[in-house]
Structure formats: structure tokens, C-alpha cells
């Protein structure tokens, strides 16, 4: 036997195939490598989920990646939703692998076709679509639910070989192939055995695999676990999907020789296929959308425009403030604006301006609020032109080269805010402009973190829940935590791990599972703009909400050179937004946020209080106790607060000495005359990452694309990168007349608070969306109170948290009222009133249902004239329910407890046509219900009292 000749594996299931197969791809071409193998495939169930991540990771470590996927194929028609009526399979498995760009495009289509056509308990395609889209593809049979393997299974030898035939004729013979494993089941034995003789029947090649789920054999423990995850389990459920061996693991030559003496040609046909899959996955071209453009004007040519007509507007916006500006100063933003044009330019981002700039123009020009900015975007002069961002750059000192460094050619990265409520109609904008098929979200994967990995497994291994959740609390919360890490630091858990085999096992198999990709879904802001349909570039994938994404994540996305778009719903927007609607509903005029004064006394006498329960990024108790200290009196002093409230700085000695140098209680010291300029705004404390650059500009004669390349190096903490920075630094300083201690240790100083040095647009831009809130709740308590409520609905904490702050502020709030709340909470002569929508088991079609008629035909009169008007398919039960318990009938003035006793009755007659003249259900005639609700008959009920009223309202109101 030659165990030296080569094998590649072509059927592997990597963490993609999600709760299915548990290899991490890393970890599997490591154990290629070590193999000698040259060559692999991934085949992941019905997508192409790591596709890219593979293609990248497998072509740095020296070994040819092939793509592939186990489609899912329906026995007939995939839209045919009858399938496995009958006791047939509802699909069958069928291995495809790409062999060059017509094979990709073609896979691409196939599995997205799955999703959204085919799609019935797996995402299927057809034998229509293989005659359709089989170019550039190779076959195989796949496991035992393939095609050709599960009639043999049945004894349907006839069926089986017509299968292969017609498999066979779509692929041509020397595209498809039988497909034997080396599982070790019975069953698997004899349908290899089958195969052989099938190929050598119809003179079909044939193929060894072994259906990889897990590296090792070892591996075979936690998988059969990730199974019971997947199907909700218990490993000692005898009646569940298992596999019948641990044999699914990635196997060496030699060990597939042993399962499979009789297939020597089996085994070198996997090279034979490896040689002819010879895809090359494309990174790093940029697929721009297309931006129409005027005839005969290039995309700079627009930009150069728009840019300067934007300009003009933003200097009559600065001189209706201050007056005229001085043509200094009108110079030096025209310089920044042609500097900043021409690198843009020169670097060919042009049309991302403009399509970020349409879509926010769309957003304005439709009501839809957007954010001032986010990011390093707000150091864009050219940006703030083009109302992209609302944030002077110049006027605040922020950095063109830390949006855009001209060094480094990377697409420019613009988050943009949008009101909650209209996130959706923008992004609906932006699919009709380029085109539905060149627009899609973007899939992002929820992985078994280390707490949740432990709960996951305990729930499989039957241990109970409290004790599972005890283990699983001693690990800490956070991003960078793992089971290795929390196991190594708690003594208690490396205890229990000794003493008790059932926690010893918990963890054994949690961290082979920790990490692996759990679910997907859809990515919270990420959209992609293609220049053509994006199924010609990626597969697609249908959520459990059928909406669509890609297949691919976002940084692979951005691999491909795909261009994607931050479209962020941001509710402090919302709750901006509707509380300037509720002003001028309420009090008849209309507040301009973007022109409402920066030295406003009361919203900084609110902050310096403490007063921002509800103000965006200053509610939490330890903001406020920080803005007690500091004491904001200036914007620049909001600034901070955003920088300043984070972990590096709150563990560190930076607020207290921001904070005593404020309030003069030190001696700044600036270290050197030169960086007084840089540090004035924050006290000598190196705060903000555009400091540190400018730090460098100034001292050391470092460019600011170079400078921030010392930001990112300081960030990423390489020290053979900082190493060459240090010397760069320092040298440079002693040349511009600094002594080589001072210049040392300020280098100290930039590498360690640098460190903590938070992004100076970032801040400019939250902050100001933070002065605005504050603004509105100084002025405006009763309106932006109301607001927050409504945007709170559904969130009892933050409910109870809101009505105790209106309590603390002096509102009164009413409580509902079926004639007088609205959906909302609503403002009533400087009183808030519940809204109807805030009610437990109410819903908003019942909600809208109730307000639309009595707008159509006015106040409710009575209870019998809510249920003969409302309909009752909308107001059921469960409604009307919520609605007596919360006190929304109370205008009746009959006791809750007796509507409560008839709510059966009132159920039933609500939505049902009445004849005036017959006599109701409550001993009044019909035509008279209208009127006194003392006419109703109702059930003597026991009264609830004060208590018991209490009691359901809380009930039903979660307060």
C-alpha cells in the first residue's frame, strides 16, 4: 500500500453548515497542510457561507481552495411544496464544486435559486436548474441522501440507475461522479458496493470522500452535542438525529486506503477532480456603482460642483450667524476644500460621495432626520459641503487624513444616522435607484459565545438548569472572554471541573463548540451597492423574515471589492423628531435642531446637574456623576464628556486631571510651549487621536497621513511597528530643537495615553446630537418626555424609568382613555397622557383600528358603543381585556370589575351588527346602548378596590 500518494478531501462541512458541521477552516488547513495535501474543498449545506473566508485563509497557506456546496435537490419540481407527502424524501444531497468563473457564477445562482424559489424545509433547486446552470461545475453523488445512493438504500436499483443516467447527461460523463464514503455504516458498505458495480455498468467514474463534520475523531463527542443543539435534544434521546459512527472526521490518505481497499481509483480520482477545479476568487478590484451622470461631465467633474455650490451655501449659513466672514479665514476653507477634492478625486472615490450625498439628500427631502455625523466622516470639509455630515470641520479642529489617509487606498467608511422610522424607506430609495438586484443587506453570524456555549451543552447533557447556570455565571461577560481564559482565572470552576465528571465534560465539549457560528442574520446597518445584479458576484440567502442578504459578511464583502454602505437606525433621531412634531402640535411653532444655539445657559445648567435621564449618550448614573464633576459650561466641554466616559480613560487618572485642570486647580502643563495650541481645549491631557497626529505634525515634521499611521500603529500595539515610529519621532523632534529625554518621554506619553485617545469627529458629532436632546428636554420637558415614552413602548424598564423621571420633574401623567389617547403618548395642556399603544395585548392594528373610527364618527358613548362600532376581528378578547384592567373605559363610570365579569359577553359583541329595534345582550334596546351606560344590565362583580385596580393596571400597563 502507497501511503504516500496524494489525496484530497472534496466533501467537508465546515462551522457554516450551522449547528451541522463543527470544523473551523483555519484549524482544517492546518491539519491539510500537515498532511501533505495540496488541494481541499468545503461543501457546506445549501450555502456558501465561507466561501470567501476559505478561499483567502486556504490561499496564504499554500493550499489550492475549492468551492463547493451540498445543494439540497428536490425529486421534482423545487417549487413543488408536496414533496415527502407521499413518504419520499422532501430532498435529496448533491455535491457540486466549482471549476473556473463560469462554474462560480453558475453555484452562485444555484444555491441563491434555493433560497429564494425553492426553498421547503432546506433551500432545494432542481433538475431544471442543473440543465440550466451546470457549466463549469462537477458532480459528485453525495452521501447516503443523494440521488443515486438513497433508492439504492431502498432496494430501487432501477430508480438508482436512472438517476445516475440523467445526473450523467446534464454533467457529460467526465463531470459526474459516484460519489463512495468511508463512514463505517453497514449501509454505506453495501451502497458502495452498489455504486461500484453502477459504474462500471454505465462506465461512470467514481470518487472517495468521507462527509467530513468534524476534524478529529475525538472531535466526534461535541458534534453529536452541536447536533442535540440543533434539534433541541438531550444526548440520552434515543430518538433523535445522531450519526451512527465516529467516522465523519477528517481522515489521511492512508486511513481512507483502510476503509476503502477496493477503491484505489476512487481515492487518486480526488486529486484527478482537484486538478480540474482552478477558480480564482478576485480581491481587492472595486465594483463602483454606477452614478449617472449629466453628458460629457466626468463623476469629479459633479462632485467639484456640488461641492462648491454646498460650499457657498455653508458660508451664507456662518455669516447669517457671525456676520461676514474674513477672507482669511474664507481662504483657508477654500484651501482645506480643494485639498480634500483633489485627494479625493486622485483616488477615484468620487461617485461614493455622490451616492452617499443622493441618498441623504432623498432622506432630507422626505422628512427622514439624519445624524450630524459619525465617525472620522466628520473631518470631511467636503462632506460638510455636501451635507453628508452636519459638523464644521475647521470650526473644530477635526482631520481630513484620519477620514482618509492619501497614503493608504482604502475606501472611505461613511456610518450615516437615520431616524429609526425611515432607515427602511431610504434603503427602498437607494434599491429603486440602482436596481433591486444590485442592492441587497448583509449578513452578519451570531456565534456560541462562552456563556451562552455552556447553557447550550447543559441543556444537551441534561444537567439542571440552575446548576447550568451557575457554571455558566462564573465565567465573566465580555467580547474577548473565553472558557480557556474564565476556567484558568476561577479557582471555584477549576474545582468543580476535578471533582464532578458531568462539569469536567460540560466544559470539555463547550470548548470544542465555543465560537462556532451559531445563526444568521441580518447585519444591523450594512447595505451593498453593486454595479450589476449581485448574484453575478455572490450567492444570496432568504432570512427567517424572507428578507434578503448576502451570503457573505461584511469585511468579505469588502474583500471582493464590493462597496457597502452604513445605513444605521438611530432612535435618539426618532425621539428628536417627534418631540419637535409634538412642539409644534402642541405649542404652534417649530424648532430648527441644526440652529439651535451652542451656549444655550439651561441645557448646560441640566447637564451640570445631573437632569439627562433620556439625553443621548449622557443618561447613565456614572455620566452624570462625571458631569457633576466636570461641570460643562461650553461645547468643547461636551466633547470630552463623550471621549472621556469610556474604560481607558475612567481607569486611568485622565478625568481627573482633565477635571482639575478645568476648574484651575492645577498647573497645566503642556510639556512644551508648542503644544500648548494642541492641548489648550483639554487641559494639557492628550485626549483625542487628532492630537496625537497634530502632535507628531508639529514637533517631529511627520505629514498627517503619516501621522496617522502613528494613530493606527498605536491602536494596534505592534511594538516592532512603534519601535520605527519611536525612533522616527524622537529623531525628529531633537531636529526641530527638542532635547532626546523631553522628546522620549513625550513619546511615552503619546504611546500611553494615545492609547486611550478616542476619535475627535466621533465625538464632535455624538456630542452634538447629546446637546441637542438636552436643549429640547431643558425647553421643551413635557414634549421630549412624551416622546421617549412612545419610543420606550414595549420596554418596561426603561418605561418605569421614564415615568418615574416625570414624576421627578413635576408631569403629571394621565392615564389612558379609550375617547382621548392616541397610539402614542401624547401631550395634553402640559400633562402627557398614555397612549393606547402602550398597553399590554392591545397590538397596533387594534390601536389603529379604534382611533381611525372615532376620528370617522367621534367619542365612544357608552361600552355598548364601542362594540357595535369597532370590528371585532381587530378589538378581541385579549384587547378589550388590557383595556378594562388599565382603566381605558373608565368614562363609563362603570366599575372595572363588573365590565371584567362580561368580558366573554362583550367580546362576542363586539364587530356585530345590530338591529335597532332588537333587544341587546344587556337588557337595553340596541338604538338606546348609545346613550347612559346605566342602561347596561351587568353582572354583579366584587369590586377590585384600590389595590386590586392597582394591581391589573400594572398588569396591563407593566407600570
Not at 548 to 564: A, H, S
Not at 803 to 820: F, K, Q, S, T, V
Request: charged share 30%.
Amino acid at each position: 500500500m502507497n501511503t504516500t500518494k496524494p489525496f484530497v478531501h472534496l466533501h467537508v462541512h465546515t462551522e457554516y453548515s450551522l449547528l451541522d458541521g463543527a470544523i473551523r477552516i483555519p484549524k482544517m488547513l492546518e491539519k491539510a497542510w500537515s498532511m501533505g495535501m495540496d488541494s481541499v474543498a468545503i461543501t457546506d449545506h445549501g450555502n456558501m457561507f465561507g466561501a470567501v473566508q476559505f478561499f483567502d485563509q486556504a490561499r496564504r497557506s499554500g493550499i489550492k481552495p475549492i468551492l463547493g456546496c451540498e445543494v439540497y435537490l428536490a425529486p421534482g419540481d423545487r417549487r413543488d411544496r408536496s414533496a415527502g407527502s407521499n413518504g419520499g424524501p422532501t430532498s435529496y444531497h448533491l455535491i457540486l464544486l466549482v471549476m473556473d468563473g463560469a462554474g462560480y457564477k453558475n453555484l452562485s445562482r444555484l444555491v441563491t435559486l434555493g433560497h429564494l424559489e425553492g426553498f421547503y424545509y432546506h433551500p432545494r433547486i432542481d433538475m431544471e436548474l442543473l440543465r440550466e446552470l451546470n457549466s463549469g461545475l462537477i458532480a459528485l453523488s453525495a452521501c447516503l441522501k443523494g440521488p443515486v445512493a438513497f433508492p439504492i438504500r431502498e432496494g430501487k436499483l432501477e430508480l438508482a440507475r436512472d438517476k445516475a443516467i440523467e445526473l450523467a447527461s446534464i454533467f457529460d460523463k467526465d463531470r459526474f461522479f459516484l460519489e463512495v464514503q468511508a463512514n463505517g455504516m453497514r449501509d454505506q458498505e453495501k451502497v458502495n458496493a452498489a455504486l461500484k458495480e453502477l459504474a462500471q455498468e454505465l462506465s461512470l467514474p467514481i470518487v472517495a470522500t468521507n462527509d467530513c463534520h468534524y476534524l478529529d475523531r475525538k472531535d466526534s463527542e461535541a458534534h453529536d452535542a452541536l447536533l442535540c443543539i440543533q434539534t433541541g435534544k438531550t444526548v440520552n434521546d434515543t430518538n433523535r438525529l445522531k450519526f451512527p459512527t465516529d467516522e465523519f472526521y477528517f481522515k489521511s490518505r492512508e486511513e481512507m486506503e483502510r476503509a476503502l481497499p477496493e477503491f484505489e481509483e476512487a481515492l487518486d480520482n480526488t486529486v484527478l477532480i482537484a486538478s480540474r477545479c482552478n477558480f480564482d476568487m478576485e480581491f481587492g478590484k472595486y465594483k463602483y456603482p454606477v452614478f449617472d451622470v449629466p453628458g460629457g461631465k466626468s463623476l469629479d467633474d459633479i462632485l467639484r460642483e456640488q461641492a462648491h455650490k454646498g460650499f457657498l451655501a455653508r458660508l451664507q449659513e456662518m455669516e447669517e450667524i457671525e456676520g461676514k466672514v474674513p477672507e482669511e479665514k474664507e481662504q483657508q476653507y477654500k484651501d482645506r476644500l480643494e485639498y480634500e477634492l483633489d485627494i479625493i478625486c486622485k483616488m477615484g472615490f468620487a461617485g461614493y460621495f455622490l451616492i452617499v450625498s443622493d441618498f441623504i439628500e432623498y432622506a432630507r427631502c422626505s422628512n427622514i432626520p439624519v445624524g450630524p455625523g459619525r465617525g472620522s466622516a466628520a473631518g470631511s470639509l467636503v462632506a460638510y459641503c455636501l451635507r453628508i455630515t452636519n459638523i464644521d470641520p475647521i470650526k473644530y479642529g477635526l482631520l481630513f487624513e484620519r477620514f482618509l489617509n492619501p497614503q493608504r487606498i482604502s475606501m472611505p467608511d461613511i456610518d450615516i444616522d437615520f431616524c429609526m422610522n425611515g432607515r427602511d424607506d431610504v434603503i427602498r430609495y437607494v434599491a429603486e435607484k440602482y436596481g433591486k438586484e444590485n442592492v441587497c443587506q448583509i449578513i452578519t453570524f451570531g456565534t456560541m459565545k462562552a456563556r451562552a456555549v455552556i447553557r447550550d451543552v447543559g441543556r444537551t447533557l441534561n444537567i439542571p438548569l440552575a446548576e447550568v447556570d451557575r457554571i455558566a455565571k462564573m465565567v465573566p461577560e465580555g467580547p474577548n472572554v473565553s472558557l480557556e481564559k474564565a476556567i484558568a482565572s476561577e479557582p471555584e470552576l477549576q474545582a468543580l471541573e476535578k471533582e464532578k465528571p458531568y462539569v469536567a465534560k460540560l466544559l470539555r465539549i463547550s470548548k470544542a463548540l465555543e465560537g462556532l457560528a451559531r445563526h444568521a442574520s441580518t447585519h444591523a446597518s450594512g447595505v451593498v451597492i453593486s454595479d450589476r445584479p449581485l448574484v453575478e458576484y455572490l450567492p444570496l440567502y432568504k432570512g427567517s423574515r424572507d428578507e434578503i442578504m448576502t451570503q457573505f459578511t461584511m469585511d468579505r464583502i469588502e474583500q471582493l471589492g464590493l462597496i457597502k454602505f452604513d445605513f444605521l437606525g438611530l432612535r435618539t433621531l426618532t425621539v428628536i423628531k417627534h418631540t419637535i412634531d409634538l412642539i409644534e402640535k402642541t405649542l404652534g411653532h417649530k424648532v430648527d435642531i441644526e440652529k439651535i444655539p451652542l451656549t444655550d445657559a439651561a441645557t448646560y445648567q441640566l447637564c451640570c446637574e445631573g437632569k439627562t435621564t433620556g439625553v443621548f449618550q449622557l443618561e447613565s448614573d456614572g455620566m452624570k456623576d462625571l458631569m457633576r464633576r466636570l461641570k460643562p459650561e461650553v461645547f468643547e466641554d461636551m466633547v470630552a464628556l463623550v471621549a472621556l466616559y469610556r474604560p481607558g480613560p475612567l481607569g486611568s487618572n485622565m478625568i481627573d486631571e482633565f477635571i482639575q485642570g478645568k476648574h484651575g486647580k492645577v498647573k497645566i502643563n503642556y510639556i512644551l510651549p508648542q503644544l500648548e495650541p494642541i492641548l489648550k481645549e483639554t487641559y494639557g491631557v492628550i485626549l483625542y487621536q487628532e492630537q496625537v497626529m497634530r502632535i507628531a505634525q508639529s514637533l517631529a515634521d511627520y505629514s498627517l497621513a503619516e501621522a496617522d499611521e502613528l494613530r493606527k500603529a498605536i491602536g494596534k500595539k505592534k511594538p516592532e511597528v512603534m519601535a520605527k515610529h519611536r525612533e522616527r519621532f524622537v529623531e525628529g523632534s531633537v531636529k526641530n530643537g527638542v532635547d532626546r529625554e523631553t522628546a522620549e518621554r513625550l513619546f511615552e506619553l503619546i504611546e500611553k495615553f494615545g492609547g486611550y485617545g478616542f476619535n475627535k469627529s466621533h465625538s464632535v458629532a455624538y456630542a452634538m446630537i447629546a446637546y441637542q436632546t438636552a436643549y429640547l428636554k431643558a425647553h421643551y420637558p413635557v414634549q421630549f418626555m412624551a416622546a421617549l415614552l412612545t419610543q420606550d413602548m414595549g420596554n418596561q424598564d426603561k418605561t418605569i424609568k421614564n415615568l418615574a423621571e416625570c414624576r421627578e420633574m413635576g408631569i403629571e401623567i394621565l392615564p389612558p382613555d379609550i375617547n382621548e389617547s392616541e397610539a402614542d403618548f401624547s401631550v395634553v395642556e402640559g400633562k402627557i397622557r398614555f397612549g393606547l399603544g402602550a398597553i399590554k395585548n392591545v397590538g397596533l392594528k387594534a390601536v389603529e383600528s379604534i382611533i381611525e373610527e372615532r376620528k370617522a364618527n367621534g367619542p365612544f358613548r357608552s361600552i355598548h358603543d364601542f362594540c357595535r362600532r369597532v370590528e371585532g376581528a381587530k378589538v378581541n378578547k385579549r384587547v378589550l381585556e388590557g383595556l378594562i384592567q388599565c382603566g381605558a373605559f373608565d368614562f363609563t363610570g362603570i366599575p372595572r370589575a363588573r365590565l371584567f365579569a362580561a368580558l366573554d359577553d362583550i367580546s362576542r359583541f363586539c364587530g356585530t351588527s345590530h338591529d335597532p329595534n332588537q333587544l341587546s345582550m344587556f337588557g337595553a334596546y340596541a338604538g338606546e346602548s348609545g346613550g347612559s351606560a346605566v342602561l347596561f344590565e351587568l353582572p354583579d362583580a366584587e369590586e377590585w378596590g384600590f389595590k386590586g385596580e392597582l394591581s391589573r393596571e400594572k398588569e396591563s400597563l407593566g407600570v
